[in-house]
C-alpha cells in the first residue's frame, strides 16, 4: 500500500527479500528519502510508486525488475546517477519514468529495451550523454524534450519511429546521426536544435518539417556502412 507517502521522515530503505511488487505510489513524496536498496526479488516498481522523492540520489535497478511504470521516479529532483544491473529485461521505459529529474547526467538503459516513451526523460537539463540500445524501435513524442545539456545522439538502424518534438529544445546538441532506413521522424522532432553542426542521415529528410534550421546540410550515408 502507500502508507509510506507523503512521509518525509524516512530516510533510506532496504526492502525485504521476499518483496516482489512495488506497488503505485508507495514512497510517493518521501522528501527526505537519499537511498533504497531493492532485492532481486522486485520484478514491478508501480506508478509514481517514488515520484516526488526529491533527495534521492542514485537508484539501482535489479536485474529481476521487468518492468516500470509510468512516473515511478518522475519529478526526483536530486537523482543524479541511475544504474541498472546485468542482464535486465526491462522491455519499454514508460510515459515521464524519468520525467523532470532535472540532476539526472548518468544512465545507461539496458540493451533489451525497445521502446522509449513520451516524455519518458523530459526536463533532465543535465544528461549530456545518452546511448539508444540497438533494439528500440520507438522513440516517443518529447521523450527527450528540454534535453538542455544532451551534445549529440544516435538513432540505431533498428528505430523506425521518432515522435513529435522527440528532441525538442536539447539546445546544446551539436550532432545527430540517424542510421535507420526505415524510420518515420515526426514533425518537429528536433525543433530548437539551434546548436546542430552535423547532421548524418540514411534517409531524405525535409529541414522543416522536423524543425532544423533550412540551412543545415544534411549528409546522406550508406545504410550498408553502419
Known sequence: DDKFKDNSNIYSIKLDSTVKQIIEKSFENCSSLT???????????GKNAFSGCSSLSQ??????????????FDKCTSLKKVLFDDDC??????????????????????SSVTKISSSAFVECK????????????????????????????????????IGIYAFDECTSMTEVTIQSSKVLIRSNAFYKCKAI???????DIDN?????????????IDP???
Open 126 to 161: 543535465f544528461l549530456n550523454s545518452f546511448e539508444i540500445p540497438p533494439n528500440v524501435t520507438i522513440i516517443g513524442a518529447s521523450a527527450f524534450g528540454k534535453c538542455h545539456a544532451l551534445r549529440k545522439i544516435v538513432i540505431p538502424s533498428s528505430v523506425t519511429s
Open 59 to 72: 537508484i539501482q535497478i535489479p536485474s529481476s525488475v521487468t518492468k516500470i511504470d509510468s512516473y515511478a
Open 35 to 45: 537511498q533504497i536498496k531493492m532485492p532481486n526479488s522486485v520484478t514491478f516498481i
Open 224 to 226: 550498408s556502412l553502419v
Open 197 to 203: 553542426k552535423k547532421f548524418l542521415s540514411c534517409i
Open 89 to 110: 529485461k526491462l522491455q519499454t521505459i514508460e510515459t515521464h519514468t524519468f520525467g523532470s529529474c532535472t540532476s539526472l547526467y548518468s544512465i545507461k538503459i539496458p
Open 208 to 220: 522543416n518539417a522536423i524543425g532544423i534550421d533550412e540551412e543545415l546540410e544534411i549528409q546522406l
